[in-house]
């Protein structure tokens, strides 16, 4: 007779991963459903592919309705969990599967925006795990990173002692490397379906983005949107090219008078950018320590006009150096070295803001993020800027984003104050991106 499976929102999730029992059936037959992902690698935002297979080896015809939703945990390395929805592809029809047969299904997740590193996935109440890396594909110690070394027979060795490696030739013919293979994510990947899709995967984070507000001679807001464009895509993400590394940049940075008539702003900065960045030009051995470069041209202007107009050019270079420490953080030394040119509207501007950005960085994994940035001009002009993040995901609140705290003192808080001195001042709001 044929097997009915429950249609109740919670019997439908609990059937849905291996019909969970097994049904066995007659001399060993049984039906069961299994679940796999259709990627390694995916960062915040992205959206994956659960793809679910139902096959009936029972002595009878399988009648299911597949679930709408599945409830997704992700769990990062340190054990912290993380819920979300998987929503079917298509509408919940009832299947009749034969004897013999399969039928497949997909369900659809976004990659929550809190998760970073490697990530293991459940289906909720099922026994399946799957894993996928959501680090920036540049960065990735799993699916961007090769493996080298040998291919060892695996069993061979004696006890207390490694495996051994197997001989060149039996590698070579399983159409191996023989020293290094590729890493996860560099297989073919699905072209883009639209405009949209090429728009949104080529575009990502900059600088920090953020709105915060103070209260230091009337309440006042200070809020930034940044973003990068990458202008080329490599066609095999294992040898990217020299202008798969180059970007457009723009930042917008805004002062706003919250008590004052008219609620005016008091200056903006425009800031839009060319240039090439790679994250990972070297790495150690150990893979704790890497180093990038990022390079290129900028121009800034406030867009007024007459005696309040402020604009410059000029070139920089960025070495990165990052450390990775065993408790799931990053410190990044990433001085900014800058050589001005086109700077007729306020020709003395590097005595104020001077010629290196010197910026630290220190970011936990879904946790805490500290951040400094120095400046130093001439005749002790300098500037000073302090900055933390705590993920409100950690709060009663719940929410995307983080809590920010902002401390400005110095020179160049505004393009059109760059020789105006600011006083310390203390803000508060909310980071998109920190």
Request: with cysteine.
């Amino acid at each position: 007779m044929p097997i009915s499976l429950p249609t109740k929102p919670v019997a439908r999730t609990l059937c849905a991963s291996l019909l969970i029992f097994g049904l066995w059936w007659g001399s060993g037959a049984q039906a069961g459903i299994t679940y796999q992902l259709d990627s390694v690698h995916a960062t915040s935002g992205d959206t994956v592919h659960i793809k679910g297979m139902l096959f009936n080896d029972t002595a009878n015809a399988l009648s299911w309705v597949p679930p709408k939703t599945l409830v997704l945990q992700w769990r990062s390395e340190n054990g912290r969990a993380v819920r979300s929805l998987a929503y079917l592809d298509t509408s919940p029809a009832p299947v009749r599967l034969p004897v013999n047969n399969f039928a497949a299904f997909s369900w659809r997740a976004v990659v929550p925006k809190t998760l970073k590193g490697l990530q293991a996935i459940n289906i909720e109440g099922e026994r399946t795990l799957l894993a996928l890396d959501t680090s920036p594909l540049e960065t990735s110690r799993v699916a961007g990173t090769p493996a080298k070394g040998p291919v060892i027979d695996a069993g061979a060795g004696a006890p207390g002692q490694a495996d051994p490696p197997l001989p060149d030739r039996v590698v070579v013919a399983a159409g191996a490397s023989v020293d290094q293979g590729p890493p996860p994510a560099s297989g073919t990947q699905a072209a883009p379906s639209s405009a949209f899709d090429t728009f949104r995967t080529a575009i990502s984070p900059f600088e920090p983005i953020y709105f915060d507000v103070g209260t230091k001679g009337g309440t006042n807001a200070r809020f930034q949107i940044s973003f990068k464009y990458r202008l080329s895509t490599p066609r095999d993400a294992r040898k990217p090219g020299f202008l798969d590394y180059l970007y457009v940049g723009y930042t917008q940075t805004a002062l706003w008078d919250l008590e004052g008539k008219s609620k005016p702003f008091i200056d903006t900065t425009y800031n839009p950018s060319l240039f090439w960045h790679n994250d990972k030009l070297w790495q150690s051995p150990d893979n704790n320590w890497y180093a990038g470069l990022s390079t290129g041209v900028e121009h800034k202007s406030n867009g007024k006009g007459g005696a309040d107009s402020r604009s410059l050019n000029d070139g920089f270079i960025q070495p990165e150096l990052n450390y990775r420490f065993g408790n799931g953080s990053t410190l990044s030394f990433t001085p900014r070295i800058k050589g001005y040119f086109s700077k007729n509207e306020n020709p003395d501007y590097a005595d104020y803001a001077g010629y290196v950005d010197w910026k630290l960085r220190w970011e936990q994994d879904n946790g805490l993020v500290l951040a400094g940035l120095y400046r130093q001009g001439k005749q002790g002009h300098s500037a000073t800027q302090l900055e933390a993040a705590w993920p409100l995901q950690h709060t009663f609140l719940h929410m995307n984003g983080y809590l920010h705290l902002q401390y400005f003192r110095g020179y160049g808080e505004t393009l059109l104050g760059y020789n105006q001195k600011s006083g310390p001042q203390v803000r508060l709001g909310l980071s998109f991106v920190p």
